[in-house]
T-cell receptor, first 119, second 112 residues
């Protein structure tokens, strides 16, 4: 059981380049999330998807786009990378979905992260 | 959203118990208390959560104060593998469901 799988693990981009971070989960979870982690800042939510076909902005969405391709996959795209987007990116999933949108006791399962450097 | 306050760092010796405190004085009645930890170069990992009563699982115990304004994560016998950043997080339903707000956490160092 792989859980949450992120690719790639490492990436170096030049300013202005674009790329897509891929995330897939095999736990049949409804919700998926993208976080970024910067030194001294904790984890900050970029975008999330409560169910297939829906996406919503989190705390720091500027400069990113997302696609919930199907129930398993949730991708994060940087259209024009900037040095400020140098960070470690984590994808996560949880069982909670639209039907249980007020559940507050759900667990999040995280991937192992993507280290992105923008030069 | 209610916030949590944790010490920046703590140290322990291997095989000794560790008590990691968390203050959340503005917690509301429907907020759950969650603990996650992050091992070096890994994504966060769920540890335990609770609402009002103390909770135990195979990883740890969670002791919640009677007024719920503080809680303590208890690792009964620390191992070197428990060295990680521990995050205490409150979750609230409605618009913030499922969206965890991670603070700075507590860096736990375990000495052999």
């Amino acid at each position: 059981n792989a859980g949450v799988t992120q690719t790639p693990k490492f990436q170096v981009l030049k300013t202005g380049q674009s790329m897509t971070l891929q995330c897939a989960q095999d736990m049949n979870h409804n919700s998926m999330y993208w976080y970024r982690q910067d030194p001294g800042m904790g984890l900050r939510l970029i975008y999330y998807s409560a169910s297939e076909g829906t996406t919503d902005k989190g705390e720091v969405p500027n400069g990113y786009n997302v696609s919930r391709l199907n129930k398993r996959e949730f991708s994060l795209r940087l259209e024009s990378a900037a040095p400020s987007q140098t960070s470690v990116y984590f994808c996560a999933s949880s069982e909670v979905g639209v039907v249980r949108r007020f559940a507050t006791n759900e667990k999040l399962f995280f991937g192992s992260g993507t280290q992105l450097s923008v030069l | 959203d209610a916030k949590t306050t944790q010490p920046n760092s703590m140290e322990s010796n291997e095989e000794e118990p560790v008590h990691l405190p968390c203050n959340h004085s503005t917690i509301s009645g429907t907020d759950y208390i969650h603990w996650y930890r992050q091992l070096p170069s890994q994504g966060p990992e769920y540890v335990i959560h609770g609402l009002t009563s103390n909770v135990n699982n195979r990883m740890a115990s969670l002791a919640i104060a009677e007024d719920r304004k503080s809680s303590t994560l208890i690792l009964h016998r620390a191992t070197l593998r428990d060295a990680a950043v521990y995050y205490c997080i409150l979750t609230r339903g409605g618009t913030s469901y499922g969206k965890l707000t991670f603070g700075q956490g507590t860096i736990l160092t375990v000495h052999p």
